[in-house]
């Protein structure tokens, strides 16, 4: 038999050795963000042939396509071809029936046909096509259409592309669809701004409000006033890159003889280069110059428009007073008509934002030029001091042609007659606006500020003084309840804001963008009754997907458990909770890290005495946002009672319910005093070695860590003695925002009270932000091994 085997085999060898390996075929998927306004699945799927070539109508919609070719051609090394006024299998056709923006994508297996009505509609659509195309899970592009394997030489041909059937009728809810980027607290460059541009375009986002102007640096060239960047864009160095530390209240000044090196400006040149750009991907570009508040910057580089107590340089940090232009000189109306018109020549579109937010008047108080024009003008108040100024700017705004944006305090002393109002100190000042007839963009923080802290107070990253979570992102509707439709009119959209204080690099900036970024996309874009959270949570694991393919950083805070946890007796209860649904959640209790063989979460546990949590999310076995840790120490003083100086009981400072990093916690004992006296009876003798604490550092608020800490100890019948003492004064003195661990290690006593003396600043030193006034303690559990 073995004479018929070898010529059957080299005969097969024959005929398989010159064949090539079949291509790899990836096939996209229909998970879009934002949700389109209809979306009908098929069958099969559009292949994207070797020689694919697209039909258009003209050259501006051949160049829309280019990034779709692009991404194509990244993919397989391949790239389709464009014929003008051709008739193939791929074609895009203007319709004029369809709305401003909306579009048709009709992909079936043997055809796909887009229509739009308008080159916006076109280029949106070309955005839903991106997500419609796969993505290798490396994210890196293939070299050629065809390489060899380095061992053998056999050719291996680059993956065959194809679209999955789906009929998509889309079109906007919003016309304003908005993103803000504040590039005073940190300077981004141009192509990095070139690249914000994008990452809102590919989400159908159409306005770009750029933040150039602020206490910490002036961004823009005016050639009428150079001394603004001279000298107004730049500050000293006070960069923190520790992701653990939040210190932008705190930050020393500019010293004597120091120079500033850190900022930097955009040209007039860069400015209409990122505008060209942005209005490539039908993106307007709304600038805004901020005043008369924080002004700082301006003030620097001309003290002349700035008041009595005005502080002489650019800030390296928060600032919230003396940083604010005067209204009383005709000086700062010389300087803000001409700086206004040189850039309102650079922004070709209808609206300049003026700020006005967050403006302290206390210099206007005692400034005599501010108070004449008071006079002058018969005002009252400084509130209407601050809408008398703002007039003024609408009517230089207005001659132009042109509509004044503001934040809701413009709304203070009385709304300009024609002024858009921005909504974000909550929703009230854009309810009132809109009844009163004038427009309005939603941006409330609590619902659109994607620079705070996104998860668990305690495991983010310290980069926010507040909370948005991306559910409460998601779920918010725009349209207050109870609007009519003429009010509801008045609603021109939504904007998220990214502030940048907590912002020192990229990775940053995308952390706290991705992905509340999709959701208030989805917002803007997404009719209300099309939006479902699960639905989105699935859409938002294919985009995280492509986010790790681009090696983009994000949150997965959403997918992340929270470890919430009660003092049950001289025990501890834990209970799981993520913001996703339908998450397979295990944990661990002895510090490893959980995998799927851990035990699963069904219900709530009590822990043991190590006192350390650790729970992981995962998806059909694979794990998905963070390990989530907490250290919950179960101690000797657990259950036991504490008392201050006058005997009042204390009963949060041994109740097993640890603080998280937030003051608004009620776990935290707040203490008014800066200096407190504690004393904790135990039960019984009991042997002691160390006292474990944390206090808050809050100091914008006046809340310092302790200066000073001494533990006494007192066995049965006995006087107290001193077991160990803590100076702490250089630590304390630091501003900004985190929680102070402090643990005081003695030689082993038995005792059966232990009292703890605890001081912190009787006068917060001068510089910061409360200078003079009496610190306060928040103060979590005594723990005591």
């Known amino acids: 038999m073995l004479r018929f085997f070898f010529p059957l085999l080299l005969i097969f060898l024959l005929c398989t050795c010159g064949r090539a390996p079949k291509s790899e075929l990836l096939v996209g998927k229909t998970l879009i963000i934002p949700q389109p306004l209809e979306q009908t699945e098929g069958q099969g799927h559009f292949a994207i042939a070797e020689d694919l070539v697209i039909s258009v109508e003209n050259e501006t919609q051949g160049s829309l396509l280019v990034s779709f070719l692009d991404q194509v051609n990244d993919i397989t090394g391949r790239r389709p071809g464009v014929m003008v006024k051709g008739d193939t299998k791929f074609r895009l056709t203007t319709d004029s029936s369809l709305p401003p923006e909306g579009y048709l994508l009709d992909v079936k297996p043997e055809e796909v046909e887009i229509k739009a009505a308008d080159n916006a509609g076109f280029f949106y659509a070309i955005q839903t096509l991106h997500q419609l195309l796969p993505h290798p899970a490396s994210?890196?592009?293939?070299?050629?259409?065809?390489?060899?394997?380095?061992?053998?030489?056999?050719?291996?041909?680059?993956?065959?592309?194809?679209?999955?059937?789906?009929?998509?009728?889309?079109?906007?809810?919003?016309?304003?669809?908005?993103?803000?980027?504040?590039?005073?607290?940190?300077?981004?460059?141009?192509?990095?701004?070139?690249?914000?541009?994008?990452?809102?375009?590919?989400?159908?986002?159409?306005?770009?409000?750029?933040?150039?102007?602020?206490?910490?640096?002036?961004?823009?060239?005016?050639?009428?006033?150079?001394?603004?960047?001279?000298?107004?864009?730049?500050?000293?160095?006070?960069?923190?890159?520790?992701?653990?530390?939040?210190?932008?209240?705190?930050?020393?000044?500019?010293?004597?003889?120091?120079?500033?090196?850190?900022?930097?400006?955009?040209?007039?040149?860069?400015?209409?280069?990122?505008?060209?750009?942005?209005?490539?991907?039908?993106?307007?570009?709304?600038?805004?110059?901020?005043?008369?508040?924080?002004?700082?910057?301006?003030?620097?580089?001309?003290?002349?428009?700035?008041?009595?107590?005005?502080?002489?340089?650019?800030?390296?940090?928060?600032?919230?007073?003396?940083?604010?232009?005067?209204?009383?000189?005709?000086?700062?109306?010389?300087?803000?008509?001409?700086?206004?018109?040189?850039?309102?020549?650079?922004?070709?579109?209808?609206?300049?934002?003026?700020?006005?937010?967050?403006?302290?008047?206390?210099?206007?108080?005692?400034?005599?030029?501010?108070?004449?024009?008071?006079?002058?003008?018969?005002?009252k108040t400084e509130e209407e001091l601050q809408s008398y100024f703002i007039r003024r700017m609408e009517k230089i705004i207005n001659a132009r042609g042109k509509k004044m944006i503001g934040w809701d305090e413009i709304l203070e002393g009385g709304l300009a007659p024609n002024a858009v109002v921005m909504s974000w100190r909550g929703e009230e000042g854009g309810i009132a606006s809109a009844k009163a007839g004038h427009e309005v963009i939603m941006t409330p923080s609590k619902y659109t500020y994607l620079d705070l802290k996104q998860g668990h107070d305690d495991m983010e990253p310290n980069l926010g003084y507040s909370k948005a979570h991306l559910s409460t992102v998601y779920n918010y509707e725009v349209i207050p309840e109870g609007f009519t439709p003429e009010q509801a009119a008045m609603i021109k959209g939504i904007q998220a804001n990214m502030w940048t204080e907590s912002i020192s690099d990229w990775g940053k900036y995308t952390y706290m963008t991705y992905p509340r970024l999709f959701a208030v996309a989805e917002n803007a874009w997404t009719s209300p009754e099309r939006k479902n959270w699960d639905d989105f949570i699935q859409r938002l694991l294919h985009a995280n997907e492509r986010l790790d393919g681009q090696g983009i950083r994000y949150a997965g805070s959403a997918f992340t458990p929270w470890i919430h946890h009660v003092g049950v007796g001289d025990g501890i209860e834990v209970r799981l909770e993520t913001e996703a649904n339908g998450l397979d959640v295990h944990y661990t209790l002895d510090g490893s890290v959980p995998d799927t063989s851990s035990a699963p979460y069904t219900m709530p546990f009590r822990i043991g005495p190590e006192g350390i949590v650790r729970a992981q999310s995962f998806i059909n076995g694979e794990p998905v946002g963070y390990t989530a840790s907490l250290d919950l120490p179960i101690h000797k003083a657990a259950g036991m009672a504490v008392a201050d100086a006058e005997g009042k009981a204390l009963p949060k400072l041994s109740n097993l319910q640890y603080a998280r990093l937030t003051p608004v916690d009620t776990n935290w004992h707040k203490f008014p005093a800066n200096e407190v006296t504690l004393t904790l009876q135990f039960d019984e003798p009991t042997e002691v070695s160390s006292l474990q604490f944390s206090t808050l550092r809050y100091t914008i608020s006046g809340i310092y860590p302790l200066v000073e800490v001494e533990v006494l100890g007192a066995a049965a019948g006995a006087k107290f003695s001193s077991l160990a003492s803590l100076d702490q004064a250089a630590a304390a003195a630091l501003q900004g925002r985190n929680k102070v661990s402090s643990q005081i290690d003695f030689p082993a006593a038995e005792v059966t009270r232990l009292r703890v003396k605890l001081k912190t600043f009787n006068s917060i030193p001068a510089g910061h932000h409360k200078a003079g006034s009496r610190a306060r303690i928040y103060l979590d559990e005594l723990v005591v091994e």
């Open 139 to 379: 994210g890196t592009p293939h070299p050629a259409p065809v390489t060899s394997h380095p061992a053998s030489g056999t050719p291996h041909p680059a993956p065959a592309l194809a679209l999955p059937p789906v009929a998509i009728k889309d079109a906007p809810n919003f016309g304003w669809r908005g993103y803000m980027l504040d590039v005073s607290r940190h300077f981004f460059t141009v192509e990095e701004v070139k690249q914000v541009i994008d990452n809102i375009a590919e989400l159908k986002m159409n306005r770009f409000h750029w933040h150039l102007t602020d206490d910490q640096g002036w961004r823009i060239e005016i050639k009428s006033y150079p001394k603004l960047t001279s000298v107004g864009a730049w500050r000293a160095d006070r960069t923190n890159t520790d992701e653990n530390i939040s210190d932008w209240w705190g930050r020393a000044p500019l010293q004597p003889d120091e120079k500033p090196t850190y900022g930097g400006f955009y040209t007039q040149d860069e400015v209409r280069e990122v505008v060209a750009y942005a209005k490539a991907r039908y993106i307007e570009v709304i600038p805004e110059i901020d005043m008369p508040g924080h002004a700082q910057a301006a003030v620097a580089a001309y003290p002349e428009i700035g008041c009595v107590k005005a502080l002489p340089a650019v800030a390296t940090g928060g600032v919230f007073r003396y940083n604010t232009i005067n209204p009383g000189k005709k000086e700062t109306y010389a300087f803000a008509e001409a700086v206004l018109n040189e850039v309102m020549d650079l922004f070709p579109y209808d609206y300049l934002h003026i700020g006005g937010d967050e403006c302290n008047k206390e210099q206007w108080k005692i400034d005599p030029d501010a108070q004449r024009m008071m006079q002058e003008q018969g005002l």
